[in-house]
């Protein structure tokens, strides 16, 4: 085939990207057929449970839910089901124009983008669930179906006084993530505020400490000496911050924007319009659930979202190569 002919192809192909779900995304029975039915994703599997010592694929499979929700567990355990996922899928597909992950799902996109390799990956993620699940106590709550982002910000600056409360995960354009102090986050004068600000629900979510805050200074300074002396490869995919909403520029910028993701907020809105502003029109979420795509669909129009949880997930994905290009 001539240089022409593979351009004529390359444009038939959809940009699109791949996204790795957080923590609020797991399971009993994430990851278990694709374990069944790939080498790839049992090789990861069985890997993950030789290095840590024990069967994160039987939490994975069989719960119980208790036990997964354990943040320790959890980010480990949807670490690994979008790695293994991805490496059953990654040589049927074009390469990806972006990958990006929300909160722990960061540290999934930069192992599916090349910049760290599996078992450091897994190792980084276990650092992060023990100093955050160390970290001190606090409560998360979501904001649902708001008229105006900035009577939400209000609202926050308005109730803080000497309390820590603002956004935590701008997640898309009627749902946004609240943390801080829990005494403050469970009083019921604090939903109603939110209330009376448009907000049409305030849902406190099952999680015991206050993500992506000031509460988390002493987890991500930690966690930035921890990350110090980790090497980062080149990215073989770009993949788009949390933290700036852009893509990183430099895999030394890695360990820095990880650490300071853990006190601030989640750009996932604004991740999702740059994607789309650079032509990405095909978002694939790997992992457990479909929380993502469902955030994709809330956000952009004229675009396709489709989450692969299973084998039999594939066949909605479409980002295959062109028909006349089949083996």
């Known amino acids: 085939m001539n240089a022409e002919g593979r351009t004529q192809k390359a444009e038939h192909v959809p940009r699109y990207v791949v996204l790795c779900p957080g923590q609020g995304s797991q399971k009993p029975?994430?990851?278990?057929?694709?374990?069944?039915?790939?080498?790839?994703a049992r090789a990861i599997y069985d890997q993950a449970n030789s290095i840590l010592g024990f069967s994160l694929s039987d939490l994975c499979f069989n719960g119980p839910e208790e036990?997964?929700?354990?943040?320790?567990?959890?980010?480990?355990?949807?670490?690994?089901?979008s790695v293994a996922i991805w490496e059953s899928c990654k040589d049927q597909w074009p390469v990806?124009?972006?990958?990006?992950?929300?909160?722990?799902?960061?540290?999934?996109?930069?192992?599916?983008?090349?910049?760290?390799?599996?078992?450091?990956?897994?190792?980084?993620?276990?650092?992060?669930?023990?100093?955050?699940?160390?970290?001190?106590?606090g409560a998360m709550a979501a904001i649902l179906k708001y008229d105006d982002i900035q009577k939400v910000e209000g609202v926050c600056r308005d109730l803080a006084g000497q309390h820590v409360l603002q956004i935590a995960n701008y997640n898309s354009p009627v749902q946004v993530v609240v943390t801080g102090h829990a005494e403050l986050l469970r009083a019921e004068s604090t939903a109603a505020a939110f209330k009376v600000a448009g907000a049409r629900r305030f849902v406190l979510l099952p999680v015991g400490g206050a993500f992506h805050s000031p509460l988390m200074r002493s987890a991500a300074e930690a966690f930035e000496s921890f990350l110090k002396p980790i090497p980062f490869a080149p990215f073989k995919i770009p993949v788009v911050s949390n933290?700036?909403?852009?893509?990183?520029?430099?895999p030394q910028q890695v360990g820095t924007q990880l650490a300071k993701q853990l006190i601030s907020a989640v750009r996932w809105t604004d991740s999702l319009h740059y994607m789309q502003s650079q032509g990405v029109n095909?978002?694939?979420?790997?992992?457990?659930?479909?929380?993502?795509?469902g955030l994709v669909k809330q956000?952009?129009?004229?675009?396709?979202?489709?989450?692969?949880?299973?084998?039999?997930?594939l066949a909605a994905v479409q980002i295959g190569l062109p028909q006349s290009s089949a083996v």
Do not use: N
Not at 71 to 80: G, I, S
Not at 243 to 250: F, I, K
């Open 29 to 40: 029975g994430m990851g278990k057929e694709f374990y069944e039915q790939s080498a790839q």
């Open 67 to 81: 036990k997964l929700m354990q943040t320790e567990l959890t980010q480990l355990a949807l670490y690994v089901t």
């Open 96 to 137: 990806p124009a972006f990958v990006a992950g929300h909160s722990l799902g960061e540290i999934s996109a930069l192992t599916v983008s090349g910049a760290l390799a599996f078992a450091e990956g897994l190792r980084i993620v276990q650092k992060r669930g023990q100093l955050m699940a160390q970290a001190p106590a």
């Open 243 to 250: 933290v700036t909403a852009q893509p990183y520029a430099d």
């Open 282 to 293: 095909v978002f694939v979420e790997l992992g457990s659930g479909a929380v993502l795509t």
């Open 299 to 313: 956000t952009l129009e004229s675009v396709q979202a489709s989450a692969v949880q299973t084998p039999s997930d």
